[in-house]
C-alpha cells in the first residue's frame, strides 16, 4: 500500500511543505507533477526551502497528520490472517514512523525514501531508487513489485496518486482513487474504487 493520501487522510509531505517551506515551492511540486524533475529532485529542493527544520517541528507537525480511521482494524485482521502487508512509498521514512507511532500501530514493513537528522540538518537518501527507473522516483515502486513478483504469487496493491502511476497495470489487484482511479480509468486499467480500507476484501 501507498501511505500519503492512503494510509493517511491527506498527503502528510504536501501539508508540510505547505505549511513550512518558504520561496517558490509551488513551482517545484507543478515541475514534478508536469514530470519534468524526478521525485527525488522534489523533494530535497523543497526541503531546501524549509528553515529551522527539527526534530520537535516534525514531531509537533505530524500529530496534525490523521489516518484512516478503517486501518488499524484492516491492519489487525490482516496479521491474523497471515497475509503479508508492505508500506511502498515515495515519501520519507522518518515522516512515516512518526505517524504510525502515533496510533500505536508496529510491524509494517517500510520500502521508502529514508531521513535522518545529523546534527542541525536533515538529510535525505534513497535506498530504494533503481537507475533504470523510467520516472527516476526516489522509491522505485515498479522495481519494487517486480523483487515481490519472486516470493509472491499474488499482489494486491493499494493507492491514490501520481506515485502509483507506474505500478498501476503491475499488481494482480488494484484498488485506486482519487488521481490514481482517474488515471486508471483514462488508461482502461482495471482497478476496484475504494474510499476507506474498510473497502478493501482479502
Do not use: M
Amino acid at each position: 500500500s501507498d501511505f500519503d493520501g492512503t494510509i493517511t487522510r491527506e498527503d502528510g509531505l504536501y501539508a508540510f511543505i505547505e505549511k513550512y517551506a518558504e520561496g517558490d515551492w509551488k513551482s517545484i511540486e507543478q515541475a514534478w507533477a508536469e514530470g519534468n524533475i524526478s521525485s527525488k529532485e522534489c523533494l530535497i529542493e523543497e526541503f531546501k526551502l524549509v528553515p529551522n527544520i527539527s526534530e520537535e517541528l516534525i514531531s509537533s507537525f505530524v500529530k496534525t497528520i490523521e489516518i484512516d480511521v478503517t486501518f488499524k482494524s484492516f491492519f489487525n485482521k490482516i496479521q491474523k490472517k497471515g497475509i503479508d502487508f508492505c508500506v511502498v512509498s515515495d515519501g520519507i521514512d522518518y515522516f512515516i514512523n512518526k505517524i504510525l507511532e502515533q496510533y500505536d500501530l508496529r510491524g509494517l514493513k517500510i520500502i521508502s525514501n529514508h531521513g535522518v537528522f545529523r546534527g542541525e540538518s536533515f538529510e535525505l537518501t534513497f535506498p530504494n531508487d533503481f537507475a533504470a527507473c523510467k520516472n527516476n522516483a526516489g522509491t522505485c515502486k515498479c522495481k519494487i513489485i517486480e523483487d515481490l513478483r519472486k516470493e509472491y504469487s499474488k499482489i494486491i496493491y493499494i493507492g491514490d496518486g501520481v506515485s502509483d502511476y507506474c505500478v498501476a497495470d503491475k499488481a494482480d489487484i488494484l484498488y485506486a482513487k482519487l488521481r490514481l482511479a482517474d488515471y486508471c480509468s483514462d488508461k482502461n486499467i482495471k482497478f476496484i474504487p475504494y474510499s476507506s480500507f474498510a473497502d478493501i476484501k482479502l
